[in-house]
């Protein structure tokens, strides 16, 4: 069996692809510069050709102009667009051209073509811009077998190399980004328990306060103004670059010194980590606050208390992470589980994972004469003399290939979703028919009915929301409300008022969302087709396709 799922970490700040070698272990491999993570930054170098990786975020202070980075944060933002020349990039096009150098780079290291992945995203990430990651991997020319949460990519790979049955705390914090997820790890089971964050908290915001530092430390010494020096669009990037350096440097030592030069002034610029500490504290006690809210969510549905936290994110690796998670939670094992890398080797065992179940579930059915919808409805005789059959192939044991076949990944959603509904004092308020943190999939329906005598249609509003367990929210100036879908209900003639409708939610373990509803009555339906905002529709997919097509990855 010589078919391949690699994994991709496709990071705010930086990326990395792995994928299982012959010997069943999870690897991540160099890119063309000897490096195992790539900066997500890009570099247009002509009108024709692009770079991605270090060069590309080493031009930023030269040619601010032509380098663009952080575009993860807005997938899903169908208004964001980066300018260059005569055209306009969204965060999918930038996010397909970093899978690109991931994959050129893969083939390299490996002699493989990459051709199906494992993709993974922020658990946070809600419909609109799981998809977009995934139209990112297709614009790159890849089959994305799965967009799956960074922890729960982690809690993959720590899983599979461990023992032990344990319920995990991982602490992701990242370039851009900042997740915390609890999971209960079992030997043939992966359940997803509760998931938050905050999709603008990442290792960058600890750079800008150190870069705002340094300006005023550089404004003490050379008599410039720090205001000045901030503002200034030439010098700035490279003060940023400088603060991350500084950042690295104070992680394994107590102190460092940065040389600057501004206004054709030279001053070297001393940090200390406990100063670096106290700028940034703001910053650290928000993913406490988030950690603890999530520990109480937990909590209050009934799950159980982890007995490990697993720091995950490049971003961890700043000593003041685990020295506060220490104090906070004195009785929990801290262990910084391969920050970097984790993700990635998590995505591809999925990937394997997924490979191995494939294969399982063609030999069952070439082997019964019937179609199987998923292994999980296969018996367990089946799911053996299929093991057997296919160890030889993968050079592992058949007890080793059931057990793959048969381990469960269970996720939960990162979003609630509901329909518009007037309340009796003629407020419109949200309900909720999936919550989030519900298990999937799921699959639910919920009764309403209709307001005024003579009624002949009824709209049915389908929003987003980022509610927990409350069964409604205020929609009027409501933030964490985005509407997806809108459709019209037709119910025929004239109908007395509180005419029950029923609508019903489908939410697939893909994150796929399926609705109807159903005048009771008359068995009249509206089925509604979600056209997720800030995902590309058919035109402008072919669109990106020849835009993006017409340059040239440069190496």
Known sequence: MNKVIFGIDLGTCYSCIARVDEFGQPVVLQNIEGQMTTPSVVYFESDSNFVVGEI????????????VSLFKQSMGDEHWRFKFGEKEYNAIELSSMVLKKLAADAKVATGIDVEEVVITCPAYFGVGQKAATEQAGILAGLKVRAVIPEPTAAAVAYGMRSDNEEVVLVFDLGGGTFDVTLIDIKKNKLTVLTTGGDAKLGGGLWDVELARLMAQRLSDQIGQPAEAIESDKEFYPQLLQDAEKTKRSLTSRESTKQSETFGGERATLEITREEFNSITAALLERTITLTNETLDAAEKAGHPKPTRICLVGGSSFMKQVKLRLQQEFPDLEINLEDPNQIVAKGAAQFGFITMVQDAVLELVE??????????????????ADAAKQ????????PSLVQAVATREVTNVTSRGFGIRVQMPDKTFRISNLVHLDNQVPVDTTKPFSTIDEGQSSVEIAIFETEQRTTDA???VDENSCKQLAVGELDLGNG??????????????????????AMHLRTGRKLPLNIKVEGVMDDVQFKQSEKKVGSLTLAN
């Open 473 to 475: 929210s205020p929609l």
């Open 366 to 383: 070439k082997n019964s004469g019937g179609k199987i919808d998923e292994i999980a409805n296969a018996k367990p005789s089946e799911i």
């Open 56 to 67: 590309a975020k080493e031009s930023f202070p030269l040619f601010p102009d032509r380098v």
């Open 390 to 397: 296919l160890s030889a192939k993968l050079g592992m044991a």
């Open 495 to 516: 109908f007395p008022a509180g005419e029950p409708i029923e609508v019903t939610f489908g939410l697939s373990k893909d994150g796929t969302l399926a609705i109807e």
